[in-house]
T-cell receptor
């Protein structure tokens, strides 16, 4: 079983909806990540939260909004999404965030469908 | 610039055959880390192995083995006596200083019973 928990596992939303994806880890990791993965493609980094600082991939549209309430939780707020945003959203964490060996531990993902 | 190439898009083998998944990487950094992840149909990426650039020792873990060769910038993954449960997409990844992981495009492995 993964130690990174994501909810919900499946989400269907309309383009005018506001929803959130949640991620939690209790491994004491200091970095957490959101990745987006389209079918048959590798994961693409969206956001990194490390040492209480958020780093953003400049290409991610503003309709995606990350929030980190504490070092164990990472949310992704969704608003006014487009059908092309339908994808698997993966949360990950790592022990140490900067310039080091830390492998990523992934959750099972939240499969999002935008109608 | 960093880059990971997995030239094999899809591979099919019959159960109990051995299979090797290729990974070639590019980086100018002298310190880097290489990873393999398995992604079954359920979606979660499962960490398999990490190797740093100063350790070229090959590693074996049960039916899995990894061959790291800096001379050819390759980090290949072999599954011996494949099983149906090995069917998944396998990603090779590179990490240099900072938070960025560079994933290859993945190899989809199907093991036919």
């Amino acid at each position: 079983d993964t130690e990174v928990t994501q909810t919900p596992k499946h989400l269907v939303m309309g383009m005018t909806n506001k929803k959130s994806l949640k991620c939690e880890q209790h491994m004491g990791h200091r970095a957490m990540y959101w990745y987006k993965q389209k079918a048959k493609k590798p994961p693409e980094l969206m956001f990194v939260y490390s040492y209480e600082k958020l780093s953003i991939n400049e290409s991610v549209p503003s309709r995606f909004s990350p929030e980190c309430p504490n070092s164990s939780l990472l949310n992704l707020h969704l608003h006014a999404l487009q059908p092309e945003d339908s994808a698997l959203y993966l949360c990950a964490s790592s022990r140490r965030p900067d310039g080091n060996t830390g492998e990523l531990f992934f959750g099972e993902g939240s499969r999002l469908t935008v109608l | 610039a960093q880059k990971v190439t997995q030239a094999q898009t899809e591979i099919s083998v019959v159960e109990k055959e051995d299979v090797t998944l290729d990974c070639v990487y590019e980086t100018r950094d002298t310190t880097y880390y290489l990873f393999w992840y398995k992604q079954p149909p359920s979606g979660e990426l499962v960490f398999l192995i990490r190797r740093n650039s100063f350790d070229e020792q090959n590693e074996i873990s049960g039916r899995y083995s990894w061959n790291f060769q800096k001379s050819t910038s390759s980090f290949n993954f072999t599954i011996t006596a494949s099983q149906v449960v090995d069917s998944a997409v396998y990603f090779c990844a590179l990490r240099v200083a900072g938070n960025q992981f560079y994933f290859g495009t993945g190899t989809s492995l199907t093991v036919i019973p």
